[in-house]
DNA sequence: TAAACAAGACACCAAATAGTGTTTAAAATT
DNA sequence: AATTTTAAACACTATTTGGTGTCTTGTTTA
């Protein structure tokens, strides 16, 4: 019985399942998580609903996979120690914060998701948020928290509302008018002065704490 | 010929009028924007939907009518010049942003709206953002701007991070694990936590600008 | 009180949407 | 080469959705 994957030019199991998983993320980049309706995942994947249910069991389960595969959060955790460390992790965070505010204003689906987490409950998308909170954990306990000693939670606080704001401002630029307490997020000038002002302020706290 | 509107116990225009757009309110804040389907209101409301299209010409009309009607951030603008400010408006800076932050982990309905800004374009929300924004600009123009000087958009820059950063936090505590760089967003503990974390941010931000 | 008006109930249509049954033919197995 | 398997097209159903036409009857006006 056992039969090999089909490798054919025209029927193609793993093929197809990439066409729909990558469909999936075309149309999550430019519509968003709402627009991930099966008809048109399929029509932009080429390939026949039907097959939504047989691969993956259906729109969920293809969705859930989508999730599952992409490594939305790369960026952030790939080198750690790439210099020793002996300011207390001030160069270290700046540098994590700062790139993922860049990382974040380029890339329009890791924004979409970061609104589809806030818009729909999904195991696999609260399975992203713990893994993501247990990466941070990661940075904290071994870095900071040493550092801070009695304030670590206040290190934690303050590092809570950084990168929220960094969050946001990055999905209010993509769909707002782009302008927040009068700075245009959208140009270069204005992202240029929300990281400085995210650098003062952690700067501030390494001083003040 | 000009007909009194109807008064009767029965058939009641304004009445009816105003259970639609509670029933906007009532589902917005429950199931968030994309729960507001036209069947589903005049479910809620009691009343058939032909009357949403006779009232307000459809299901947009409807919305945008609840948008402009309600004042959504009526606890902002409400005492700009209660006391004198003589600290370059520290003191009053820290109370607006705290009171913002309580305010809106109270308002799961104001939640529900910066989500749908975020998420979807529509006039009557832009219209929404832009007039938040002009109610800004008041505070920076008046109090801020001419206190830091050449510094004022770095204050302004700050503002935005710390603002954008308690939204994005009561957003993410009321659907995601609500534990946010460890710290949790839905005890009195952890809001307090951001609390403080902000207020030392705006004293640092005054101190060292 | 009778006539005119309009609120709103009810039934209907059309489009979008998720999901399934049947058939075809491509590819693997024999 | 014949047979078996199954990828995938096609056609279909059911449900949800927005939107409209018609008729009844409460309410207002004359």
Known sequence: ME?????????????SKEKFLSAVG?????????????N???KVAGVDKKMIYTYFGGL???????IRTQDFWSNVHADMASEPIDDGGKAFTKEVFLSQFDYLSKNKEVQKVLLWRLSEERKSLRKLTDEQEENGEVLFSQITDPHFGKHAEKFRAVSAVLVAGMYYLNMYAEHNGSIFSGIDLKTDDGRKAIKDAVSFLIDK???GL
């Not at 969920?60 to 989508?66: A, P, R, T």
């Open 26 to 38: 075309k149309i999550l980049k430019t519509k968003g998580y709402a627009g991930l309706k099966i």
């Open 40 to 42: 048109d995942i399929a």
């Open 60 to 66: 969920d389960g293809l969705i859930d996979e989508y």
């Open 205 to 207: 706290t390494y001083d």
């Open 3 to 15: 039969r090999k994957p089909a490798g054919g030019a025209i029927r193609n199991t793993e093929r």
